[in-house]
């Protein structure tokens, strides 16, 4: 297949573009490169080191011989641009990752509220509509999120998708309907991802698009099979406080001998997937699309669940390093129960890594091998949820005054 890659350059984006690649699909990343002004504008950088988006697609042909096609299009600003593109190309099928994708990056100020909203609700509106528009059947596989569903307390499992309801009607009978299950975002970044579902439903219905929403848990590790295959195709690995992962910030801050940091008591439970899986996941979806008129197909994309104090106490056990329990910045329930439902991956053939058996490799390869690339300053989560909640924030975990942590 010939498949575009939106955000290709980004986490997830480019093991994506690689398996896929391996694969022997002819890939084209549309990027516009955000992430990596991201990471100027907050002065971080991934823990490991990564090379322009030109230079990986280099090594990727000369370690292969496959070429993977990069084009500077922003899916947001640039509507005509990737009209353009769209015409002249004629994808078989388009995978979407092109969003701001941390919660805490878009909760940080007004304008960051702004800049995630527009410009991940424009990336997906605009995509639709130019599909629509061109005639383009490529099926779309979109990255969407577990956290769609709010983290309720209920006790039943969350379903793909959708939620069977039985309605009383005006005649005493009771009609039954499965509606999308109802959405409960816990951040702006969250809710973006609910205005897409919207949007997805809208197309499929209106005009026949054949769409996958994938809800994808916490997505934790680094490497993949293909990743692995040069120094120079590594992936990135994020540790800051914005866009640094649960468990990835505990990896890293076990290797540097920075206490783990538990927001409020760690009750918190989440959905986990390894990002080899992730990417696995995704050609299984690109494999089954959904038939034209059907409605979205969706799948929830995780493979464990998990409780925060759990994992630290486990990363803490093996490696010694300390536990602290911070002021929560987030506004969220403080202990949730998770049980999801995942059997669409699992029929199609999908057989997890766990944690278990996947997490000491992790610290031994990355995490210690990159710890002298840490700054320890960019490590405290400092965005809040509300304005009261940004003046309980604890800007040092360690006990010292961070020189600067602006
Ligand atoms: O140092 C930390 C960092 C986080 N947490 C807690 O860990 C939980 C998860 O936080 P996270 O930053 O790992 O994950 P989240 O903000 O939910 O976002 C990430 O995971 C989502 C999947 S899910 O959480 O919605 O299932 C994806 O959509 C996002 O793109 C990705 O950044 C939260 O309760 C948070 O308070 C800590 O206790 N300590």
Same mark, same amino acid.
């Given at each position: ?146 956290? +769609?569903?709010?983290?309720?307390? &209920?006790? #039943? $499992? !969350? ?6 309801? %039985? ?78 992962? +649960?468990?990835?910030?505990?990896? &890293?801050? #076990? $290797? !540097? ?6 927001? %409020? ?142």
């Amino acid at each position: 297949m010939k498949i575009a890659v939106m955000g290709g350059d980004g986490f997830i984006g480019w093991p994506t573009s690689l398996h896929l690649s391996d694969a022997g699909h002819e890939i084209h990343i549309l990027d516009n490169l955000s992430r990596r002004w991201i990471d100027t504008e907050l002065g971080v950088q991934s823990l490991t080191p990564m090379d322009s988006i030109q230079e990986r697609t280099r090594i990727w042909h000369a370690e292969t011989g496959r070429r993977i096609h990069f084009h500077l299009i922003d899916l947001a600003r640039d509507y005509e641009l990737l009209k353009k593109w769209l015409s002249e190309h004629r994808p078989d099928a388009i995978v979407h990752f092109a969003e701001q994708r941390a919660a805490p990056y878009s909760m940080k100020s007004d304008r960051h509220k702004n800049y995630t909203v527009n410009n991940n609700v424009n990336a997906t509106h605009n995509l639709l509509n130019a599909l629509v528009d061109l005639n383009l059947d490529a099926h779309l596989v979109h990255l969407g999120t577990m956290g +769609v569903y709010g983290y309720s307390t &209920i006790g #039943a $499992a !969350i379903p793909e998708g959708y939620l069977p309801v %039985g309605i009383e009607t005006t005649d005493g009978r009771t009609a039954s309907q499965e509606i999308l299950y109802p959405a409960n975002p816990g951040s702006i970044y969250h809710m973006t991802k609910c205005l897409d579902q919207l949007l997805f439903q809208f197309y499929a219905k209106n005009d026949g698009l054949r769409i996958t929403d994938l809800h994808q848990g916490i997505v934790w590790g680094t490497h993949t099979e293909q990743t692995r295959r040069h120094e120079q195709l590594i992936n990135r690995f994020d540790y800051d406080g914005d866009y640094g992962t +649960v468990l990835n910030r505990f990896l &890293i801050q #076990a $290797a !540097i001998g920075y206490p783990l940091t538990v927001h %409020g008591t760690g009750g918190q439970t989440r959905a986990f997937i390894h990002i080899q899986d992730s990417v696995r996941c995704i050609e299984l979806a690109l494999k089954n699309p959904p038939v034209r008129g059907a409605r979205v197909e969706i799948f929830n994309q995780m493979t464990e669940t998990h409780r925060v104090r759990d994992l630290a106490d486990m990363i803490a056990r093996m490696s010694g390093a300390e536990v602290v329990r911070l002021p929560n910045p987030r506004k969220e329930a403080p202990e949730n129960d998770l049980i999801v439902k995942n059997d669409k991956f699992l029929d199609l053939g999908l057989a997890p890594i766990t944690l278990e058996a996947g997490l000491l490799g992790e610290i031994v390869d990355v995490a210690k091998k990159y710890a002298y690339r840490v700054d320890r300053s960019r490590v405290p989560a400092i965005s809040a949820w509300t304005k009261d909640l940004a003046a309980t924030v604890n800007h040092d975990p360690e006990g010292k005054r961070l020189k600067s942590v602006s």
